[in-house]
């Protein structure tokens, strides 16, 4: 199959992590480590409400981890409309929708969030190693919910040794 022919249903990732609006950037950090990922779609159902990137959630990053977890990740996206893509449009312009946008990747929707289509993909494409694949998409949210253990703020914080020290 030829680059030229190929659509968005056929390069797009189908097994997508994301994460659900009133979730903590902590938790989507530590999805996005654990999966290996670098973006990751923020969903209401199969309702896309944006893509928040790694680059997107360092730049964030106030205070440590008390913190961190009892903001939603919904402050976090942008107001900007997002672009998105259909199943069947054409790989080109899809690249053409990322450009114009200033986006490395883009939701594939048909009905609801099915796909994912991120820069890797398309230069994976354009280098002949997609798996083109027809079958349906999963996504999956976060099964867990990260809250960090803090000794309660009247304590001292018991001060650390140095390696220097040890």
Known sequence: MSVESM???????????????DESPLMAWELMRRAGVHHLPVVAGRHVLGILTREELAASWSGGPQEQSIR???????????????????????????????VDAVPVLS???IGLITARDVLSAVAGRTG?????????????????VLPP?????????SWREA
């Open 7 to 21: 659509t968005a249903g056929q390069v797009m990732s189908r097994v997508l992590v994301a994460v659900k609006p």
């Open 72 to 102: 939603p990740v919904r402050e976090l996206l942008g107001r900007e409309r997002m672009p998105r893509v259909g199943l069947d449009m054409r790989l080109d312009r899809v690249a053409a929708v990322m450009l114009d946008a200033g």
């Open 111 to 113: 009905g609801g969030l």
């Open 132 to 148: 083109a694949s027809d079958g349906p998409g999963e996504v999956v949210t976060g099964m867990f919910h990260l809250e960090p």
């Open 153 to 161: 703020r009247n304590e001292p914080v018991p001060p650390t040794r």
